[in-house]
C-alpha cells in the first residue's frame, strides 16, 4: 500500500485512538459544542423567570403566541436547515462532476490519442524518439488534471498560491495568465491610483520565479502581494514572512499570495536553490492544514477572536480559522483552475491541428473539459453566495424572541419542568440553525465538511495514476485469453481459440441456444 505525504482521509476512524478521544471527536462535530452558551443562558433564564414566578409574582402570559410562533418558527428554520443542506448535497454533487470529467478525459487521453504523431517533413526524429513525445504529452496533460482538482481544493479554501506539496510540481512550469478574480475581491486591482489600467503582465513560468515572492529584475527588490483589507490575518497554512520593503508597491496582476518562511533561505540565491528544486524543497507548504482547538474556540474567550483578527494578530483556533477562511474568499487574486483549463483546451486545440483525432474524440475532451468548468462556477457560486444577511439576522432574533418568552408561557402548565424544556426547546431551534450555518460552506477543515483531500487524492490522483501505469491493452490479450472460457454458454467452458477451430456455424448454434 502506497505511503501518502499527509493523511489523504482525516474523516476515517482511527484505530489507535481510544474510546474517548474518538467519543470527544463526535461531541466535538455537532451542533451542541457551538450552541451551548446559548443552552447555559436560557436554561440560566428559564431558572430566574422559575424562581420570580414562583417566589415574587406571577408573570405568566396566555400560550396562544407560543403556539402561533412555534408553528411559524417551525417552518422557517426547517427551510434555512434545508438550504444549507442543500448547498451542502449541490457541492458534494459539483465534485463528483469534477471525478467524472478526470476519468473521462484522461481516459479519453490515454487510449484514444495516438501513440505516434505524423511525421514533418523535416523532423529527423526517431519513430521511438516521437512514441516517447506523445507518451510526456499525455502524461503531462493527465498531470494538468490532477492539477485542477488539486486547485480547486486549495481555491476553496481560500488558499493561495501553488506552493504547496501536492500542487507546485503539477504547474510550476506553465506560464502564468493574468486572468480577473474568480471571486469578489475587496481590492481592485485593476486599474491604478490615478485610475489609469495597469501595464500589461507577461506569460511567466511559475518554476521561473525566484521565490514565493515576485522579484523585480530591474531592481531586484521583492514585490509584495497587495496588502490585505481591513487588517485580514493570514490563511491557516500561512506562515510569517518578513521582508523589508520601502516604500510598498502595488504586486503585479501574475503575482500570486505566496506564503513562505523566508528565514531558512536568507540570500536571494539560496531562496532561488529551494524554489527550483535543486537543494531543497522544505518552502511547500502541506497539502491540507487543518487548524486545532484552542482555548480561543471557548465561550467567553471565542468573543475576543473577531476583535484580535481586526486587529491583524494571528489567533489560532477553528473560530478564527472560519473566519479567515470567510476573509480570503473575498481576496482571492486568481482563479489558478480556470487557468489550468485554458492550458487543457490548448491540448485539444493542438490534436486538432494536427488532424490526429476524428471529430468524436474531440467533442468527447470538450464535453469532459466543459464537465470541469461547469462544476468549478457551481461550487464558486456555492462559495461565493451567503445566506441574505437580513435574513440571517431576523431569524435569529425571533428565534431568540421566542425562547426568552417560552418560560412565562408554559410555566403555568409545566411548573418547574420550565427549565429543561427551555434548554431542549433552544437545543432543538439553535442546534438546526448552528448546523445549518456550518454546512452552507462545506469546503473547510471542520468534520461536517466535504472530504475534498480523499476526493482530489484518494480519488483523482490514484486512479489517473493507474490509467497511466500501463500501455492501453491490445484487444487480443484480453478477448483471446484462455481464461475466457464462457463466452456463449455457461455450461461448455471453451476458450476462443477453440471457438475460431469450430467455427462461425458452431457459434450462431451456441448463440441460438437458450
Request: charged share 20%; glycine share 6%.
Amino acid at each position: 500500500m502506497e505511503t501518502s505525504f499527509y493523511s489523504a482521509d482525516p474523516f476515517s476512524s482511527n484505530r489507535n485512538a481510544g474510546s474517548l478521544h474518538r467519543f470527544v471527536s463526535a461531541v466535538l462535530a455537532t451542533a451542541v459544542f457551538r450552541c451551548w452558551p446559548l443552552l447555559l443562558f436560557f436554561s440560566g433564564w428559564a431558572t430566574a423567570v422559575s424562581v420570580i414566578n414562583h417566589s415574587v409574582h406571577n408573570l405568566t402570559i396566555q400560550p396562544t403566541l407560543l403556539t402561533v410562533i412555534g408553528t411559524v418558527l417551525g417552518f422557517v428554520v426547517s427551510y434555512r436547515t434545508t438550504a444549507s443542506f442543500e448547498r451542502y448535497n449541490e457541492g458534494r454533487r459539483l465534485w463528483s462532476q469534477i471525478i467524472l470529467g478526470s476519468r473521462t478525459m484522461a481516459r479519453t487521453i490515454w487510449f484514444h490519442v495516438p501513440e505516434m504523431m505524423p511525421v514533418a517533413k523535416d523532423d529527423p526524429s526517431t519513430p521511438e524518439q516521437r512514441k516517447a513525445r506523445v507518451l510526456i504529452e499525455k502524461k503531462t496533460v493527465i498531470n494538468l488534471i490532477e492539477a485542477f482538482g488539486v486547485s480547486v481544493k486549495h481555491y476553496l479554501r481560500g488558499e493561495e498560491g501553488v506552493y504547496y506539496v501536492d500542487l507546485y510540481h503539477l504547474v510550476k512550469y506553465l506560464p502564468s495568465y493574468a486572468l480577473p478574480p474568480g471571486m469578489p475581491s475587496l481590492v481592485d486591482v485593476t486599474s491604478s491610483a490615478d485610475g489609469s489600467s495597469l501595464r500589461s503582465p507577461q506569460l511567466r513560468a511559475r518554476g521561473d520565479s525566484t521565490g514565493p515572492a515576485d522579484i523585480d529584475t530591474r531592481s531586484g527588490d521583492i514585490l509584495q502581494p497587495l496588502p490585505s483589507p481591513i487588517g485580514l490575518p493570514p490563511p491557516a497554512t500561512a506562515r510569517k514572512v518578513s521582508v523589508q520593503t520601502s516604500p510598498p508597491m502595488p504586486a503585479r496582476l501574475t503575482s500570486r499570495a505566496r506564503t513562505f518562511d523566508e528565514k531558512k533561505y536568507g540570500d536571494k540565491s539560496s531562496m532561488h536553490s529551494a524554489i527550483s528544486g535543486v537543494e531543497r524543497e522544505d518552502f511547500l507548504l502541506p497539502a491540507r492544514s487543518p487548524p486545532k482547538y484552542h482555548l480561543l474556540d471557548l465561550f467567553p474567550f471565542s468573543l475576543l477572536v473577531g476583535v484580535l483578527a481586526k486587529r491583524g494578530k494571528e489567533v489560532k483556533g477553528k473560530k478564527a480559522a472560519r473566519m479567515r477562511a470567510r476573509l480570503r474568499s473575498k481576496t482571492v487574486t486568481h482563479n489558478l483552475p480556470l487557468e489550468i483549463s485554458l492550458y487543457l483546451s490548448s491540448y485539444i486545440a493542438t490534436l486538432q491541428e494536427r488532424n490526429v483525432v476524428p471529430p468524436p474524440t474531440a467533442t468527447t475532451l470538450f464535453a469532459a473539459l466543459n464537465q470541469l468548468v461547469d462544476a468549478l462556477t457551481g461550487l464558486e457560486r456555492i462559495l461565493t453566495t451567503p445566506i441574505p444577511f437580513s435574513y440571517r439576522v431576523h431569524l435569529w432574533s425571533v428565534t431568540i424572541l421566542y425562547c426568552l418568552l417560552l418560560p412565562f408561557q408554559i410555566w403555568a402548565t409545566l411548573k418547574w419542568i420550565t427549565i429543561p424544556a427551555t434548554a431542549l426547546a433552544s437545543f432543538i431551534f439553535f442546534g438546526f440553525l448552528v448546523a445549518g450555518e456550518e454546512i452552507e460552506n462545506p469546503f473547510g477543515y471542520d468534520k461536517n465538511d466535504l472530504n475534498l483531500d480523499h476526493f482530489t487524492h484518494n480519488i483523482i490522483r490514484n486512479e489517473l495514476r493507474a490509467i497511466t501505469a500501463l500501455p492501453r491493452p491490445e484487444l487480443e490479450s484480453w478477448v483471446f485469453s484462455m481464461f475466457n472460457d464462457q463466452i456463449f454458454t455457461s455450461d461448455d467452458r471453451v476458450a476462443p481459440d477453440e471457438w475460431m477451430q469450430r467455427g462461425l456455424g458452431r457459434i450462431q448454434g451456441a448463440l441460438a441456444t437458450i
